[in-house]
């Protein structure tokens, strides 16, 4: 394999992780804005979660108004730069584009709503204002996705907003998740600092609320509380040997990568423990990190798998190789990971049957667990009537995001189980006027 050389410097690190999606200078936006047909009931606003006006915003490009572009995206979506890099729109607005039936490369939205939102923010465009002061103030859990895009809505309808954020950044899995050859740590920064800058909430780093008297400060102090606190760490499998030196939950391998660049070490034999987009992500970036041999073992068949299939491709495109219908048994090693024993298995009416007798053992120096991430149910527990559901997702009204405490409303990751950027900062920003509905009775 070895497609890719350790990187030793910030440079090399920045050219084994390249941009997928490079920012478009302006003759490449205007000839890519003018492919477009500016469809009627366009499909590809249809398939886009925030409802972004897409033609509009293109149509606005391409007559030289790169202002009201990004004007466009923002009434919709806060994220709007960071979604233009980091929205799967293979299976959203460019996998809806019409060109797809001619067999014609789809427009790149991602691209373009990524061109006119970077000016703005690199111009500093004044695009936002608080709304008028309504006496009211609420407070906010997590600087996720969800938490800024709530922060955002609640301040331009005149709330005053506090944001409590337990990392020292924020964005959430923005910064701390999505892989780094989708978006740099300055990119999703800058728009966060645009945001702050215009609309004046403000945020407590490294304020983890994790006290039921914290929470009810909180409750004393504030009309209504937002939770955005997203998931917690990797699931653990209860394998034997899973303590090992160098058995690592993707979620915090990524994390750290996405903190200390070429600074972090990558086995040179690993393999991943997972079948969805987060195992493509950390198999993608083991590769990209310089590991030799990268193997991505799942217990179900490829077809089977969580992630989307462009995901997949990527992964193959860096050398990763997929090792199906297996399931892992014992981490092997004495302090340091030397192994996985695998036993394989059968899929039959759905279910996964280990075949007795067919236990093997894969060598390695690291194994990274994509195995989903925990609910963040203790913190949750301190809420009173706070329910969740089977799965651990917090219960809340579909629109307007209030919870079974009328005093508390969520949206993102912690309310949806996990699913996108756009998902979060969508469905926050309806949770924001639910709060206003709630409070304005
Ligand atoms: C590895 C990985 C890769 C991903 N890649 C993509 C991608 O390419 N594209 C995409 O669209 N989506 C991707 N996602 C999903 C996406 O990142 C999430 O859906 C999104 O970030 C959810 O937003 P959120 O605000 O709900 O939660 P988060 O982003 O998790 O933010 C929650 C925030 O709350 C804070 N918090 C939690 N509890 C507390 C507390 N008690 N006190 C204070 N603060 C607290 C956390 O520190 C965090 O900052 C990825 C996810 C993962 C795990
Ligand atoms: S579907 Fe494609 S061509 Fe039609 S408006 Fe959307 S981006 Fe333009």
């Keep these: 394999m070895a497609e890719f050389s350790t990187p030793t410097t910030e440079h090399e690190f920045a050219e084994n992780f390249a941009q997928l999606k490079p920012l478009m200078n302006r003759t490449e936006a205007l000839y890519e804005s003018a492919r477009c047909l500016f469809c009627f009931d366009a499909p590809c606003i249809q398939a886009c979660p925030s409802g972004i006006d897409i033609p509009q915003f293109i149509r606005q490009i391409n007559s030289g108004n790169d202002t009201g572009a990004a004007r466009t995206i923002y009434a919709a979506n806060y994220f709007g ?164 030196i160098n058995c690592t939950g993707a979620v915090e391998f990524i994390a750290e990568l996405r903190q200390r660049h070429h600074e972090i070490k990558v086995g040179r034999r690993v393999i991943v423990l997972g079948g969805g987009n987060t195992a493509m992500d950390a198999a993608s970036e083991s590769a990209r990190l310089g590991a030799e041999d990268v193997v991505l073992a799942y217990r179900r068949g490829k077809e089977e798998m969580g992630a989307y299939e462009f995901e997949y491709d990527l992964a193959k495109g860096v050398g990763v190789k997929g090792l199906f219908n297996v399931a892992p048994l014992e981490i092997v090693g004495e302090d340091y990971v030397t192994g996985v024993r695998f036993i394989r298995t059968e899929t039959a009416g759905g279910r996964v049957r280990e075949i007795a007798g067919s236990e093997f053992e894969l060598p390695c120096d690291m194994v990274i667990k994509a195995t989903g991430q925990a609910k963040r149910a203790g913190f949750m527990s301190l809420i009173p009537g706070l329910e969740t559901d089977g799965k651990g997702r917090i219960v809340a009204d579909a629109v307007t995001g209030q919870t079974t405490n009328p005093k508390y409303f969520a949206s993102g990751d912690a309310r949806n189980g996990g699913a996108e950027v756009v998902n979060a900062t969508a469905e926050a920003k309806l949770a924001a006027r639910g709060i206003h509905a709630f409070l304005s009775k």
Excluded: H, W
Aim: proline share 5%.
């Design 81 to 244: 730069n960071a979604c233009g890099k980091v929205c799967p729109t293979e299976v959203l607005c460019e996998g809806a584009c019409v060109y797809n039936l001619q067999e014609v490369k789809p427009i790149e939205i991602g691209r373009l709503q990524s061109y006119a939102t970077t000016k703005a923010i690199q111009e500093n465009k004044k695009l936002f204002a608080p709304g008028a002061d309504n006496g009211r103030r609420v407070a906010i859990i997590g600087a996720g996705p969800a938490g800024i895009s709530c922060a955002c809505e609640l301040r331009s309808l005149g709330y005053e907003v506090d944001v409590f954020e337990a990392q020292a950044q924020p964005s959430g899995l923005t910064v701390y998740g999505v892989a780094p050859y989708k978006i740099t740590n300055e990119e999703t920064l800058a728009e966060m600092a645009y945001l702050q800058a215009q609309l004046g909430y403000s945020v407590q780093y490294n304020s983890p609320i994790s006290s039921r008297e914290q929470l009810a400060e909180l409750e004393a102090q504030y009309d209504a509380i937002f939770l955005g606190i997203g998931l917690g760490e990797t699931n653990e499998l209860g394998l034997p040997g899973e303590d090992k």
